[in-house]
């Protein structure tokens, strides 16, 4: 679908015509959805968000203000719902009293030779995965955003409602506590 084309079916989705919506949630929803799971870590949560974040563009459809990209703002609502879901999970991990560093502990090195390179890519994106649970949630997606999304300071302090100092502050501790907890792979070679 073609900017012209979009615009279109953007302006027939804002007029209530629902198969206008589904072109726009068929053009958006792949990225979407890489966004949502590079910020959560899991595909059900991943396809959860994606969900409730179309859900929430539709209803709010009426608020979009056309200054901005559809893209732009969906991938806001994106941002948020990913939040929402990792607050969610963060209380669960809380109330059910699991501690993440222990969660880290069943993945780190057993000391053994050194695996062939694709188990040990493996065991690097799980290394990974365990760090990402140690990050809060604003950690998490500033970290997401600027390293795998490679988003700029001002737009990942756009994207989490905070001033670029916070947002930076935000990537800054994500990163501390990532090296840290990946320190170990550093040995391993």
Request: include cysteine; charged fraction near 30%.
């Amino acid at each position: 679908m073609e900017a012209g084309e979009a615009a279109a079916a953007l302006a027939r989705a804002r007029q209530g015509d629902s198969d206008a919506f589904r072109a726009l949630v068929e053009l958006h929803a792949k990225a979407a959805f890489g966004l949502a799971y590079r910020l959560t870590g899991d595909q059900r949560d991943a396809e959860d968000v994606v969900q409730e974040s179309f859900i929430r563009a539709y209803r709010q459809l009426g608020r979009f203000e056309s200054r901005s990209n559809f893209g732009t703002w969906l991938h806001r609502i994106v941002v948020n719902c990913s939040m929402d879901a990792l607050r969610a999970r963060h209380s669960r991990r809380e109330e059910r009293g699991v501690d993440a560093a222990a969660d880290l502990a069943g993945v780190l090195p057993s000391g053994g030779p050194s695996p062939e390179r694709l188990a040990r890519s493996a065991e690097i994106r799980k290394r990974v995965d365990a760090s990402m649970a140690l990050l809060t949630p604003h950690e998490r997606v500033a970290f997401a955003l600027r390293h795998w999304e490679g988003r700029s300071i001002d737009d990942i302090g756009s994207a989490l409602g905070v001033q670029t100092s916070a947002a930076k502050h935000a990537v800054f501790r994500a990163v501390k506590k990532m090296r840290a907890a990946l320190e170990p792979l550093k040995e391993c070679r």
